[in-house]
Nanobody
Framework: QVQLVESGGGLVQAGGSLRLSCAAS????????MGWFRQTTGKEREFVAA????????YYEDSVKGRFTISRDNAKNTVYLQMNSLIPGDTALYYC???????????????????WGQGTQVTVSS
């Protein structure tokens, strides 16, 4: 069992930065692929980024490439999402998730993730 708690969301102006954190409980954190998804009202949850268990593989949704960076610290059971050059379109509730597959296509599929956090709100004003 893995419990995930996101933090770091908030209100920021366009062009600003935020760093989201996702703290995990359990000793098996280092074996999981970790992903970030986001959701706005009335829309489906969408993939943002993912990182393999060792941190050597990373994946990004096209619209965030070059602006967002995912990383992890297995010693701290934490995964991060550094978000730079934020735009109003990044406004959403951001979720982290833990899954087992580490491939370009699998990390984008919600159902492959076994555990989810409650989300942290990111609001970008224009």
């Amino acid at each position: 069992q893995v419990q995930l708690v996101e933090s770091g969301g908030g209100l920021v102006q366009a062009g600003g930065s935020l760093r989201l954190s996702c703290a995990a409980s359990g000793r098996t954190f280092s074996t999981y692929t970790m992903g970030w998804f986001r959701q706005t009202t009335g829309k489906e949850r969408e993939f943002v980024a993912a990182i393999g268990w060792s941190g050597t593989t990373t994946y990004y949704e096209d619209s965030v490439k070059g602006r967002f960076t995912i990383s992890r610290d297995n010693a701290k059971n934490t995964v991060y999402l550094q978000m730079n050059s934020l735009i109003p379109g990044d406004t959403a509730l951001y979720y982290c998730a833990a899954g087992v597959y580490d491939s370009r296509w699998a990390v984008r599929v919600m159902r492959q993730y076994d555990y989810w956090g409650q989300g942290t709100q990111v609001t970008v004003s224009s």
